[in-house]
């Protein structure tokens, strides 16, 4: 027979000198646990300040970043250069790429993990590979275009050139040169993943600059932002309160518990709106 200590009473003499019928208490005690614990009775208590119990938690803090690119003409440029060139959907895996890099920079799996994104268009591995041959074809566009509208944001062309300048040389040391299909496939997803990387580093710049906040609490607030679909078109929020500050720089808020799928699109728009005039 297994025994176990649950609680300790002290002499039993004592006990008994304080009331007579303290064993029979404290053994009609042991055998209600008992009997509670082959029930598999108990109370589970659950915080809901923060989104865990339920459906999985989907990020919202993105469509800040959303914003930013969009504020750049970034998407409408990809989104237009694509349906001349006949790409297909290239814009929108654009934005959550940069987005997750912006985020999860450490993450492997940020390309395939569109499920985790509020309002995130769904693509698959393959179309992932399609995506990224794109944006290394459009590479220098692309980069052209940001650093032709930095100013929208309060950066300089200057500043952006100059790390673009850097980032390239150190990617350049570290690419084999070659002919092989691979190296050249690994060419084109490096200058894609290029892409990537200074579109994320043109959004942290920005909004470091109208926060104030340095890059490591940025991608907390943004990470942290989250909705969980309680159905209905009832979302169950929870914001961290790094995201005051944003408010404030930002002049729009989504500082509630619960918001209707209406109340969220509102306030994307409003980010576009708001960032529209500042700079």
């Not at 698959?124 to 399609?130: P, T």
Request: charge should be neutral; include cysteine.
């Amino acid at each position: 027979m297994k025994q176990r200590i649950v609680a300790k009473h002290g002499r039993l003499d004592d006990l008994l000198s304080k009331d007579p019928n303290a064993l029979d208490k404290l053994r009609a005690q042991a055998a209600q646990m008992t009997d509670d614990h082959r029930a598999g009775w108990g109370v589970i208590e659950y915080d809901t300040r923060a989104p865990s119990d339920g459906e999985s938690a989907q990020n919202l803090g993105w469509l800040l970043v959303d914003a930013v690119l969009s504020r750049l003409g970034i998407i409408q440029f990809v989104a237009k250069t694509a349906i001349a060139r006949r790409l297909g959907d290239v814009a929108d895996p654009l934005k959550m790429l940069v987005a997750w890099q912006v985020i999860w920079p450490d993450s492997k799996l940020a390309a395939i993990r569109t499920d985790r994104l509020y309002d995130g268009a769904e693509f698959d591995l393959d179309q992932l590979s399609q995506v990224l041959d794109h944006i290394g074809g459009l590479s220098e566009s692309i980069q052209t275009q940001a650093a032709a509208s930095v100013s929208k944001v309060g950066l300089t062309e200057a500043e952006v050139i100059a790390h673009y300048r850097k980032v390239r040389q150190a990617r350049t040391d570290f690419l084999l040169p070659g002919s092989d299909l691979m190296v050249q496939r690994n060419f084109v997803y490096s200058e894609a993943y290029f892409v990537i990387c200074n579109l994320a580093w043109i959004v942290i710049r920005s909004l470091k600059r109208w926060t104030g906040l340095p890059s490591g609490q940025l991608r907390e607030a943004l990470r942290h932002l989250q909705g969980i679909d309680c159905g209905q078109d009832i979302w169950r929020l929870s914001r961290p309160v790094i995201w005051d500050s944003l408010d404030q720089a930002i002049g729009v808020s989504l500082n509630q518990q619960w918001a209707t799928t209406a109340q969220i699109a509102a306030w994307k728009a409003g980010l576009a709106d708001a960032l529209a005039v500042i700079n």
